[in-house]
């Protein structure tokens, strides 16, 4: 069982940056592919970006790509989302989650992650 947490969200103004952090509470969160995405309201969640265990392969939606940025830090058992540019429309929860896949095909299905955090606010002024 592994346990995720975010943090990092707030109100921000257009054109401004927030980093957003998932800290895990397993010892091995090199053992799992983490992705992060996001609902607004009256949407379906949609993937973010995801990153494989060691962090030499990331993805990212057409939609944030060139401003977010996915890292990780295994020894601190944490991933980051940073985020410039950002946008009204990038207004929603965020919320990272784990996969043990024993591959990274997909990253982006919401189907290949076994554990979720509870979200993070985050919220672009125009």
């Known amino acids: 069982q592994v346990q995720l947490v975010e943090s990092g969200g707030g109100l921000v103004q257009s054109g401004g940056s927030l980093r957003l952090s998932c800290a895990a509470s397993a010892r091995t969160l090199s053992s799992y592919i983490m992705g992060w995405f996001r609902q607004a309201p009256g949407k379906e969640r949609e993937f973010v970006a995801s990153?494989?265990?060691?962090?030499?392969?990331?993805d990212y939606a057409n939609s944030v790509k060139g401003r977010f940025t996915i890292s990780r830090d295994n020894a601190k058992n944490t991933v980051y989302l940073q985020m410039n540019k950002l946008k009204s429309e990038d207004t929603a929860v965020y919320s990272c989650?784990?996969?043990?896949?024993?591959?990274?095909?997909?990253?982006?299905?919401?189907?290949?992650?076994?554990?979720w955090g509870q979200g993070t606010q985050v919220t672009v002024s125009s």
């Open positions: 989650a784990a996969s043990s896949a024993y591959d990274y095909r997909d990253p982006q299905s919401q189907e290949k992650y076994d554990y």
């Open positions: 990153i494989t265990r060691r962090g030499v392969t990331t």
